[in-house]
């Protein structure tokens, strides 16, 4: 993939649109803050499939240069005052997944004020003007924004359908799709600032659509809601330090990984690489599914699960061909998510996930609001007594891993992808691809990657790598071909001392803006 040289700031993004509407805010004198929030609220208007102001939850990794540090930022839902761990058992997935139960208080406008506030340098009306144009005039919608919104009109109710697309009618590729309602509320949080969508007639008028269907979410659910600043987990990896947020995150268990696969030399073969990703991916999952979920709530080990003693223990595991023991589940995961990465020249950078679960979320739109839904709820173990397990004013276990890597203390390389649960074992592969192999971020996403969850087969998508393993471990060694392993990887990676930025996506030069 190429690299795309960049002066004074970079944006990455899976929109253009997101991508441009940031690099504009550093060239107004904006931060990488700053343009990470604008880039969002784009994302938010121009791909709803895939996040939307009704979002259920993000999670952002950031270098603060005034600060000289790394710092985390948790703005995840939590469960309904009303939820009870045994609402959905005994009944089909498909009622946490869609509809009326499986939603949450959108935490997303919060959020990103907060990353606004904390350490951006403009007004939330400035960074959310270019998302209020697109919402008010539209703009050509895609084939996939197309089909998405086909899919919507035939399996959501009315309401939702309506509260999208007044007419009832999914836009066709290329025609213009205008969001007035949005763009409405949008224009509200410039005039009257981010607060009022959680208090007051906004959060009456979320909750009593979502109960008149049979919903549990209440006004005060909104209250709950509060985004969470932190000391981000981190590893040391080659001469660099790597870091991803806390749990309910993905990270600790990218980061896992990454720390028993540095107790093995860098140069070793190919196959032997690989092989011991999906091995000591296998123990890291079996670890996760049977221990985490949120901290708030439950006691998760995370200075144990990277210490050098259990990575070494697991690595001699793994040499001894000792199969990792699996004892817990985890929610189903959706690969409809956002990664968009920020860099300027001041020295903060930015690297933030965000999603709506599954493609269009939960399904429930709200009327005069243009306001698409996650399924935030579907993201819990649904079974009680567990890690993950429901409980009221709880945040769900996700897979979203958002990742700072630093050298000599100063930002090197922000990147990150959506992808569901695959995000986890590639955002590792990311983090080895550029501090032990020395990749750029463009030639680490050539490289071929793996997934395991499970004692299931490994997926890989290269078919000679799964021959060469087959032969080297034997014919039943489980691992096989699999295409579409995790999403399009974003990613910023800058020298501390050098002049330029090398800025790549998975979808192109495209989604890459310079300034």
Known sequence: MKDVVCRDGAVVSPSPYAAQAGADILRKGGNAMDAAVAATLVECVTQPSNVQIGGYGGTAVFYSAKEKTALSLDFDGYAPKAATPDMFVGKPAAVSERGYLGVVAPPIVRGLNALLEKHGTMSFADVAAEAHRLAEEGFPATTALAASLSTLVAQADEDSVRAMMPDG???????????????????????EGPEVFYSGDIPRAIASAVRKHGGILDETDFDVVQPIFGEPLSVNSGDCEVFSPCPPSGGLTSLEILNMMNLAEADMAETDRYRLFIEAGRHAWADRLGLLGDPLFVDVPMTRLLSQDHAEAIFKRVQAGEAARFGGTDASGGEHTIHLVTMDKQGNAVSLTATQGMSLGSYVAIPGLGLLLGNGMSRFDLEPGRPNSIAPGKRMLHNMC???????GRPLCVTGLPGGRKIVNVAALMAYA???????CGQAMEMPRFHVEGPEDALLDREDLVTRLKAECGADYPVKLASGIG????????????????AASSFGSGCVASV
């Open 169 to 191: 009618v999914a836009p066709s590729e290329g025609e213009v799709y205008a969001q007035k309602d949005l763009a409405n509320l949008i224009g509200r949080l410039r005039r």
């Open 487 to 502: 999403g399009a990887v974003a990613g910023i990676i800058r020298e501390p001392d050098a002049p330029d930025m090398l």
């Open 402 to 408: 958002p990742l700072l890597i630093t050298r000599g």
């Open 434 to 440: 550029i501090t032990r192999l020395g990749s750029t």
